[in-house]
């Protein structure tokens, strides 16, 4: 019997590869950008399963093509909003995305950005290497406390409630607004709920978002939802650009509507040069790296091969997120 035919879209960590090419016919695109749309299509009519990444669009076109063949997209991130999974269950695609690997990682950097972004880190790393740094001054480089200060999750989920964590140990108080209210944390953590976006919103120095891309959540921060917040403000995001409407944060920081912004994912991605966002010096910007530690990587990849290892085996998959389409396919 020939062995089934998995196609990646990018280069993975060792383990992984070792672990799919030990059981399936493997081939690896090995270009740092993505491969064509057509590649793609093809692959996709040729393959048992692909291994996408969060660049890669598995839409509805996509998905028909490997009608009849295509058994399993396994995503490269716990997000999947550029997988059509209604198309894929229609069609008996299994999909599966990568939990519970990535939490403490995300979690890690949003509070990386929470602290570069109030403490003036990248504008100041960038100023000592021009030789702008001319010499100590009590009103120079001043930014945000941390400790004392009130952090908002939006989105308590596995990472928002990583995020949570650190800023307990940072002395910070913790409200959130999460679809679900979540009384456990509450208690546990001593997190302070607030019923709806605008008060968790207004109560805060800092916000964290961790919410999915949904069209519900897209723009979910825009112009009205800054205007609530404090001018003493900070914005973090690492969960989706289109959460966040750019030009509205833009306008938002550069009036003192609110003070800054650190944000890992921006929209679009990568966010040109030129965009007025990083004329800001309150503003930073990272590329994507939320989950970008070699553990971390290296644990995605390897369960992203799981899931495609069982459900071509026809075996429970580790982290499917469609489970109706086996029982379609
Ligand atoms: C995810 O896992 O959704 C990230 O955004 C990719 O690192």
Redesign the pocket.
Known sequence: MPMPKVFATRVLPREAQELLAAETDLEVWPDHTKPSREVLLERAGQCDALLTT?EDAGDSELLEAGRGRLKVVANF???YNNIDVASATRLGVAVSN?PQV?EKT?ADLAFALIMATARRVPEGDRDVRAGRWMNWHPLSYVGRDIHGATLAIIGLGQIGLEVAKRALGFDMQVCYHSRTRKPNLEQRYGLDWRPNLALALRAADYVSIHTPLSPETHHLIGRRELEVMKPAAILVNTS?GPVVDNMALYEAVRDGVIWGAGLD?TEPEPLPPDHPLLTLPTVVVTP?I???STQTRTA?AVLAARNILACLRGEPMPSCVNLEALRRG
């Open positions: 969060i991130a716990v997000g990568t990535l995300t989706r994912v994507h939320g989950s970008a995605m």
